[in-house]
DNA sequence: TTGTGTTTTATTGCCTCC
DNA sequence: GGAGGCAATAAAACACAA
């Protein structure tokens, strides 16, 4: 035993528990459960007022007993020496068996709520994971369109870059055209052209490009079908569009380089949830 | 009837608080 | 140091399929 009382009481001291050889009760089993079990207790009440003990066999609380102790954990988990006392006497409980009880009770509970927290979480963690996917496979679209539309600007660089610098520019030194012509380290190829327009690649929003240029140039039957993405052919603009002895100018104005921008979730990171965990 | 899995009641040992 | 809480566990009671 481990303790001799909460209450001040010897009810600690009662042994609860049968003998040994109650286990083998099942075996003089002759009528059924209920009433064997009803002789049984009978029996054992007499043999135990003959020995002089008040041993109770280990049994299992009332239908009404149980009930009045739900109603009473679901005011307050916790029990104070007085409600115990007083419960103990209402039920016809020892007062330990009340203790007890909410003891198991409170264990119950907790491995109940964490089932529960289990779930959300997983739901959670289920969502997210969805949404991770969903981002990771846009990511590979864009990467995608954006090596595809560097390479269509690269390629008519190459070709038209030429002539427009030694027939249609003269106003501009050979420093200015080197300038206006090379890969910078934010990996957009830069354009010149004679075409007034400004084309801006910003990864801070929502993926889409944006272009600055004559009223002409938002033409809605230009958009493609993607909604993330709002991309244009830029031969259009640099043959059809715009009128060949203006000035283009397509400048990047990303905070960081697009390269980066388009690895910003990194496919062979798997999310850690970190930041939910620590924001709860 | 019996074996087996689950639930409930009770114990034990350790820990914290006053 | 005693009281009380909790985790782990034992054991009785119960449910149920074979």
């Known amino acids: ?130 949404d991770y996917n969903n981002l990771e496979q846009e990511n590979e679209a864009l990467t995608a369109k954006l090596k595809e539309l560097r390479a269509k600007l690269k390629e008519e660089n190459n070709s038209e870059s030429s002539h427009s610098v030694k027939e249609d520019s003269p106003k501009f030194s050979q420093q200015d055209l080197c300038d206006n012509n090379h890969d910078d380290s934010n990996g957009i190829v830069k354009e010149d052209s004679n075409v007034n327009a400004q084309l801006l690649i910003s990864p801070s929003s929502s993926s889409s490009f944006q272009f600055n240029g004559p009223s002409s140039s938002s033409d809605s039957s230009n958009h493609q079908t993607c909604s993330w993405f709002q991309p244009f052919d830029s031969r259009m603009i640099l043959g059809n569009m715009f009128h060949p002895s203006q000035f283009v100018k397509v400048e990047e104005q990303c905070m960081f380089a697009a390269e980066e921008s388009c690895n910003f979730f990194s496919v062979d990171q798997a999310p850690t949830l970190q930041w939910y965990f620590t924001g709860q």
């Open 1 to 130: 035993m481990k303790r001799i009382s909460s209450s001040g009481s010897l009810d600690a001291l009662i042994p609860i528990c049968p003998p040994k050889e109650e286990k083998n009760s099942k075996n003089k089993q002759v009528y059924s459960r209920e009433f064997q079990a009803m002789l049984d207790s009978l029996e054992e009440e007499d043999s135990l007022e003959e020995a002089g003990q008040s041993t109770e066999k280990k049994r299992r609380l009332s239908i009404d007993q149980v009930k009045a102790l739900e109603k009473n954990f679901e005011v307050e988990n916790k029990l104070e020496p007085e409600r115990k006392v007083k419960l103990a006497e209402e039920l016809g409980l020892q007062p330990r068996q009340v203790a007890i009880w909410f003891q198991n009770r409170r264990a119950r509970w907790k491995t109940k709520q964490l089932e529960k927290d289990y779930g959300i979480l997983k739901a959670n963690y289920d969502a997210l994971k969805l």
